[in-house]
């Protein structure tokens, strides 16, 4: 699909199947809606499946700014109304989880289940803000191929990164990670980690809403995850064996069938 003008951007935005309700998903800093493939792949028998490349990241535009969590959930609802038209159920992993909380705490009439992977309710720590000052200017300076071996460790758990079958999936998330341009997705990440926090706002969700960590993501601890469950009334959370922070792409079926089930007893 061509680029959709949204909130005043040129987004790309992706749309696959035509199911009588209507899943959009949110990707993680780094990546493009590409990442939620095979979950895609299953759903769309049954679903209608968009997804949207944040600013900056994938094939959609790189505005001078608007990249914090704020105006990025001012697009997602620009495209849940010009797309969708009514409710939606949301997927957000990571980045898009940000966005997902704040879209169910502001916007939640226009949702209809929330699913948040490998994400926080809480503002980035301080004490890591170096680090990622750090990174930031590596990037700009060289580009994420100089940075790309530590965020593989970040973005993937040991038993992704390990396995001699995976070797060819690894490649292929390297060769993604590397197509970030530099000037494009330094913003981006500015605006992941100067967020603000959400996480007093949880208790006041009513959107059935489903929590997935996998119990090796050093990014998103699991305690993070476990924390949300205590805050958002009547939420389920999956525990997920042998993933990282990027789950979807190392333990796609876990994904897809916990996505899937809840889907189902939501009726």
């Not at 590409?34 to 094939?59: H, P, S």
Request: aromatic fraction near 8%; proline fraction near 6%.
């Amino acid at each position: 699909m061509p680029l959709m003008r949204l909130n005043g951007v040129d987004l790309n935005v992706e749309i696959t199947g035509n199911g009588p309700e209507t899943i959009v998903f949110g990707h993680g800093l780094l990546w493009s809606g590409r990442m939620f493939e095979a979950q895609i792949a299953v759903l769309a028998n049954r679903y209608r499946c968009i997804t949207i490349d944040w600013r900056g990241q994938g094939k959609s535009s790189a505005p001078p700014d608007g990249y914090d969590m704020d105006t990025l959930t001012e697009d997602a609802l620009a495209l849940i109304r010009e797309v969708a038209g009514g409710p939606v159920h949301y997927v957000g992993l990571s980045m898009g989880g940000f966005v997902g909380m704040r879209l169910a705490i502001r916007h939640r009439e226009w949702l209809k289940s929330l699913t948040l992977l490998e994400t926080s309710a809480d503002p980035e720590p301080l004490a890591k803000r170096p680090k990622y000052s750090l990174l930031t200017a590596v990037t700009r300076l060289t580009g994420v191929w100089a940075v790309a071996p530590s965020v593989m460790k970040v973005m993937f758990g040991k038993t992704f990164l390990k396995d001699p079958f995976r070797r060819a999936d690894r490649e292929e998330m390297r060769r993604r990670l590397l197509e970030n341009d530099r000037q494009r997705i330094v913003p981006a990440i500015q605006g992941v980690f100067t967020r603000e926090g959400v996480y007093e706002y949880l208790h006041c969700l009513t959107t059935p809403t489903l929590i997935i960590v996998g119990d090796e993501d050093a990014a998103t601890v699991p305690a993070k995850s476990q924390r949300m469950f205590n805050a958002i009334p009547g939420s389920r959370l999956v525990v997920i064996p042998g993933a990282g922070h990027t789950s979807t792409v190392e333990t796609p079926g876990a994904v897809t069938a916990a996505i899937t089930d809840f889907l189902a007893q939501l009726g």
